[in-house]
């Protein structure tokens, strides 16, 4: 008889944990994934645009940034219906209304305004999209917390979702006044009971190190209930749920994390993926209903190659998959219009331009 219940009782432990494991973690691979639609992009001819890193849409506009080595003009305004350029914005530097570098621009729903995000500067700077002003109409600067943040995301008017580098800790969801609204997610999650390269050992890594490899885009939701995050150089999504503080991730479609070694700088483990290591997420847009992701999966070297050409992924919020598309253009950066049902796109070919994609 105790024989018995101590096997009921070991059945029972599996079955609970592994549905704990199945409730927040999903697995897919390239075997799991729908016959790719065939996409056949249409370019736009905007020739102010140089070097594009990611766009968004605002209304009737669509918004497209660039890189850090252009001076000003760090993004131009391009109406839709009719794809005429109107005018571009930001000026480069570090004074008043000024900004550096635009990793991300977003909207919060006030009209013709969007808000761009300067890393280097910690700046979020508010630009009016219906005139020509290079310089920026507001700017807040990013909280000071103990954290130090590396991506952010505003999730309400007066609230920001951090990504976190020095500390265990993945999320970091405040105001901008820097007060805290939550704290959660591990970074020691996502390595346990992994297999890492070259026989390293998880107490090996410390959490800088381990944060980094798993850096990404991130992007919240219209609804600003959902976030976002796509792994960079490890095929992974976090759904993260502002309301209950939750992450389900998807893993995929690679399984493994990509070789590394231990580098140091200033003190601090730091990965070296080797110049041969490839660039798996590439952006995200969070619709209404399902999610959009970009894979690229080759050397970022390759990036704007013909060959193996950029393919986009759309999930439910459930992480089930529901479509698989395959574009005709490198590209760089998606943003969706749900309602016309089209992927728009800048491209990272030789002539480098918006691009929208009918689905």
Partial sequence: MKAILFFISVLVFFSCTDSKKTENEIYFTEEDLPAPIQLNGVKYDIPEILNPRGLMLKDQYAVVFERKNVDNKKFHVIDLKSGRYLHSKGKDGMGPGEVTVITQIEDVGEENMVWAYDPEMRIFSKFDLSNSSLLAEEQVKSPETSYFLTSATWTGPKSILGNTVDGWTK???????????????SWKDMIQDRKLPRGIKPDELDANFVSNIFQGVMKTSIERKTAIKAGISIDYIDIIDLDNQSIKTIYGPAQEIQDFRIGHWDEFQMPDFGRNSTERYLDVYPGTRSFFVLFFGKPYR???????????????????????????????????????RAIYAVTVDREPNLVRFDY
């Fill in 171 to 185: 999320y970091l969801h405040l105001t901008l006044e820097g007060d805290t609204i939550a704290l959660f997610g």
């Fill in 302 to 340: 390759e990036l704007g190659y013909s060959d193996n050409l950029n393919r986009v992924f759309e999930f439910d919020y459930e992480g089930n998959i529901l479509n698989h598309f395959q574009l005709d253009y490198p590209i760089y950066g998606i943003e969706i219009d749900e309602k016309n």
